[in-house]
């Protein structure tokens, strides 16, 4: 777990502490029956909001793991190297999506201050920024587990290379913990493209109450593949040094799909005012 994250978790239970009952002790007959009937009439209102809340039409990062948890991964050691990497990824994402105007200036926005400096900030050349904002402001949960659910992908990026709608296939290849996976993705983009695929571990952090980050980053997996092309993670250097074997399909090994690598893609989404922003950022290596 990243410093900004710790942070942030600890000023919470500060602020919860300084915000709980603290005063005189005399009368503690009369504030224990105070506490009970608020405890009764908040047992009252959520069952009723239990009855009348709608049931959300996407499964939760723990339903996804328990379905999925007999692809768990068995090696600490990889779970362990995934998490800290899968942190860094959160890091560099917030950063790309915290400066795509030129003129402001480095910072990151998760409380951390790995990538803060004084310098410009200089938008990789491949780097796609993509910016969508919903009016419906109630939807900040299901946006997320709609996102995060990896197949079938609903929420599309026109611009994107590999979230437009065409022929996308997704599906959960190991499992870390509800927030950490990895996934394989095929697919083409329009009638005439070719077949193309990748692996790549995603997170998910939830920065604060009204702000998440999922992130993806594809790493070193041996995947049988008969080609010898090598990619290289210009964004996260750090996913060169992470290496694993995966199990594909025949197809893949017979190279009837051209192997692609995400150097980073992923989502901002935040609650500003009454709206959903989200932010989408992409850089891949074909």
């Given at each position: 777990?990243?410093?900004?994250?710790?942070?942030?978790?600890?000023?919470?239970?500060?602020?919860?502490?300084?915000?709980?009952?603290?005063?005189?002790?005399?009368?503690?007959?009369?504030?224990?029956?105070?506490?009970?009937?608020?405890?009764?009439?908040?047992?009252?209102?959520?069952?009723?909001?239990?009855?009348?809340?709608?049931?959300?039409?996407?499964?939760t990062?723990?339903?996804?793991?328990?379905?999925?948890?007999?692809?768990?991964?068995?090696?600490?050691?990889?779970?362990?190297?995934?998490?800290?990497?899968?942190?860094?990824?959160?890091?560099?994402?917030?950063?790309?999506?915290?400066?795509?105007?030129d003129?402001?200036?480095?910072?990151?926005?998760?409380?951390?201050?790995?990538?803060?400096?004084?310098?410009?900030?200089?938008?990789?050349?491949?780097?796609?920024?993509?910016?969508?904002?919903?009016?419906?402001?109630?939807?900040?949960?299901?946006?997320?587990?709609?996102?995060?659910?990896?197949?079938?992908?609903?929420?599309?990026?026109?611009?994107?290379?590999?979230?437009?709608?065409?022929?996308?296939?997704?599906?959960?290849?190991?499992?870390?913990?509800?927030?950490?996976?990895?996934?394989?993705?095929?697919?083409?983009?329009?009638?005439?493209?070719?077949?193309?695929?990748?692996?790549?571990?995603a997170?998910?952090?939830?920065?604060?109450?009204?702000?998440?980050?999922i992130?993806?980053?594809?790493?070193?997996?041996?995947?049988?593949?008969?080609?010898?092309?090598?990619?290289?993670?210009?964004?996260?250097?750090?996913?060169?040094?992470?290496?694993?074997?995966?199990e594909?399909?025949?197809?893949?090994?017979?190279?009837n799909?051209?192997?692609?690598?995400?150097?980073?893609?992923?989502?901002?989404?935040?609650?500003?005012?009454?709206?959903?922003?989200?932010?989408?950022?992409?850089?891949?290596?074909?």
């Open positions: 777990m990243s410093v900004g994250l710790i942070s942030l978790i600890i000023f919470n239970i500060v602020s919860a502490a300084n915000t709980s009952d603290s005063g005189p002790t005399k009368n503690s007959s009369l504030l224990l029956e105070e506490k009970t009937k608020k405890t009764h009439k908040t047992t009252e209102k959520t069952k009723l909001n239990t009855k009348t809340k709608p049931e959300s039409p996407y499964p990062p723990e339903e996804i793991f328990k379905e999925n948890d007999k692809f768990l991964c068995e090696n600490s050691e990889e779970t362990i190297n995934a998490a800290k990497l899968m942190d860094e990824a959160v890091v560099h994402l917030a950063y790309h999506a915290a400066n795509n105007d003129s402001k200036s480095c910072k990151s926005d998760t409380k951390s201050s790995s990538l803060s400096c004084e310098k410009k900030y200089e938008k990789p050349a491949n780097l796609l920024i993509a910016n969508r904002k919903f009016h419906h402001f109630n939807a900040y949960n299901d946006i997320i587990n709609m996102i995060w659910n990896p197949n079938p992908v609903k929420f599309y990026i026109n611009e994107s290379a590999i979230f437009c709608k065409e022929n996308i296939n997704r599906k959960i290849v190991r499992v870390y913990d509800p927030n950490l996976i990895m996934i394989q993705q095929r697919g083409k983009k329009g009638p005439n493209g070719g077949q193309k695929y990748f692996y790549a571990l997170k998910k952090a939830d920065i604060s109450e009204d702000k998440t980050i992130v993806m980053t594809s790493v070193n997996t041996n995947d049988q593949d008969s080609s010898n092309e090598e990619h290289k993670n210009t964004i996260i250097e750090n996913a060169n040094l992470f290496k694993t074997d995966i594909s399909e025949k197809d893949i090994k017979q190279r799909f051209k192997k692609v690598f995400v150097n980073i893609a992923g989502y901002l989404i935040e609650k500003i005012k009454n709206d959903i922003h989200i932010t989408y950022i992409e850089s891949i290596d074909e």
